[in-house]
T-cell receptor, first 114, second 116 residues
């Protein structure tokens, strides 16, 4: 079956530090990969996505590259801000197998200190 | 992006009672809605997938008679937790998607259920 593994948190960084949140996956088909962000008290929001190998998703300074050879989709940002404090979820959707539902990782809480 | 609402945002009920949670797509037609459950500090686990006008497809281990899902229109799906027990206390989240298989899912803000 499909699964997503991401690094445990919390991750605590100072403002302007470099961020990496690791995510690896297993899938039976050719999945699309996503990063979602959940700010306190809000629902999940799509941060970025990539639908095929070597694609790079980017949004709001965050980037992630779909690496099929390492089955990874690590999230990076060059300079984090306090407003980036949230929980980040890596997810996949294996539409090729007819399954639209998302398989999520366990989430990583990011705390950015001023 | 599109907006999905959930109601109520939180609910407290006594053991043995039933609770209904609504999920609405406010500005688009949702052909498919998904119901997830999130335990504290854990990930979202898919409970069921519902397509408008047809029966929901439940994930393995999810009791369909306990978690009743109705997707009667393109903008509304409901999840009813029947005869709730304390172990059903959780954060329930819906998402909605329109049209083709690659269309983005939009998530509701979630409903926190506490069963006493």
């Amino acid at each position: 079956g499909n699964s997503v593994t991401q690094m445990e948190g919390p991750v605590t960084l100072s403002e302007e530090a470099f961020l990496t949140i690791n995510c690896t996956y297993t899938a039976t088909g050719y999945p699309s990969l996503f990063w979602y962000v959940q700010y306190p008290g809000e629902g999940l929001q799509l941060l970025l996505k990539a639908t095929k190998a070597d694609d790079k998703g980017s949004n709001k300074g965050f980037e992630a590259t779909y690496r099929k050879e390492t089955t990874s989709f690590h999230l990076e940002k060059g300079s984090v801000q306090v407003s980036d404090s949230a929980v980040y979820f890596c997810a996949l959707s294996d539409v090729g197998t007819g399954r639209r539902a998302l398989t999520f990782g366990s989430g990583t809480r990011l705390q950015v200190q001023p | 992006g599109a907006v999905v609402s959930q109601h109520p945002s939180w609910v407290i009920c006594k053991s043995g009672t039933s609770v209904k949670i609504e999920c609405r797509s406010l500005d688009f037609q949702a052909t498919t809605m998904f119901w997830y459950r999130q335990f504290p500090k854990q990930s979202l686990m898919l409970m069921a997938t519902s397509n408008e006008g047809s029966k929901a497809t439940y994930e393995q281990g999810v009791e369909k008679d306990k978690f009743l899902i109705n997707h009667a229109s393109l903008t509304l799906s409901t999840l009813t937790v029947t005869s709730a027990h304390p172990e059903d206390s959780s954060f329930y989240i819906c998402s909605a998607a329109s049209g083709g298989s690659y269309n983005e899912q939009f998530f509701g803000p979630g409903t926190r259920l506490t069963v006493l």
